[in-house]
């Protein structure tokens, strides 16, 4: 009897053992998608030029965040300090700089990237366009990059530094 529980508690062991491997395995293997999903903080927003000038075209810091679901959908919103010239009794109208958009996603996992296609858009222009984030860092702190655009001031790529709440 004494052999028989040995036996039973080696093999149960072995058999634990063998299914801890085998869930812990997925996880060290995640794709570049899984790692992505999720809730994102952003921790700072900056313009990058052409040039190599850094500018915070904000005003000050902002609040924010992107979300990546696993249905490939997306949102992005950013919120700049308020701006007196901007306040209105209306409580639809922003009273700071806002930039938000929603749409679907696609990712390029080899060059780890984020194509979204944005749907709706607080800046009207936006909507209906592509947008392209190339993906820097890893774990719980990331840099999203964003496609080249315009402004008065010449040709940048917006950079939003974020991280896990």
Do not use: H
């Amino acid at each position: 009897m004494k052999t028989q529980c040995v036996v039973a508690l080696s093999l149960f062991g072995a058999v634990a053992s063998l299914a801890l491997v085998a869930t812990q395995a997925p996880a060290q293997d995640k794709g570049f998608k899984e790692a992505i999903t999720g809730a994102w903080l952003i921790t700072a927003v900056y313009d990058e030029y052409q040039n190599g000038e850094k500018k915070d075209n904000w005003g000050g810091p902002v609040q924010g965040q992107i979300t990546f679901g696993r249905t490939g959908r997306f949102t992005q919103i950013i919120v700049g300090p308020p701006v007196a010239s901007m306040k209105t009794p209306d409580p639809r109208k922003p009273d700071a700089p806002v930039v938000a958009y929603y749409g679907s996603y696609t990712v390029d996992e080899a060059g780890k990237k984020v194509i979204g296609k944005i749907e709706g858009a607080s800046y009207s222009p936006r909507a209906n366009t592509e947008t392209t984030w190339t993906v820097q860092g890893s774990g719980d702190k990331l840099t999203l990059i964003g496609n080249p655009r315009q402004d008065q001031n010449g040709t940048f790529s917006p950079k939003l530094e974020v991280k896990r709440p």
